[in-house]
């Protein structure tokens, strides 16, 4: 699953916690990313429809977004980097890489 957002084996480390659960550690990131990758993770693998909070990358736009709603055959989002509005349609949209959250978060940090 992390190979379909484009985590590298670098950046994420698969651990176990003193009581065997299963840990992944991402560094090294920003907690903005983290937070987005964990999103993308838990919610955006789950089913084909873009779930809210996801960070997904717009063919379209060339720019990651959060999915903020959807209406019928199309999907809201808000770019990370600049707060713009957009609508797309599903099929112009992919869950986005890690690189590129990065990316999207370091132009400006904290909006």
Sequence with gaps: MLELIGVS??????QESELGTPLVRFEPLDR??????A??????????????GVAMWSE???CVGEVIGRNG??????ALADGREW??????LRI???QE????LKVHPTQ
């Design 87 to 92: 609508r797309s349609a599903p099929d112009d």
């Design 32 to 37: 903005a990313a983290v937070r987005v990758i």
């Design 39 to 52: 999103s993308t993770l838990t919610q955006g693998c789950m089913n084909g429809a873009p779930q809210l």
């Design 96 to 98: 986005a890489r890690v």
């Design 73 to 78: 055959a199309t999907v809201r989002l808000r």
């Design 9 to 14: 084996r670098y950046i994420a480390q698969l």
């Design 60 to 62: 379209g736009m060339r």
């Design 101 to 104: 959250v990065h990316a999207a």
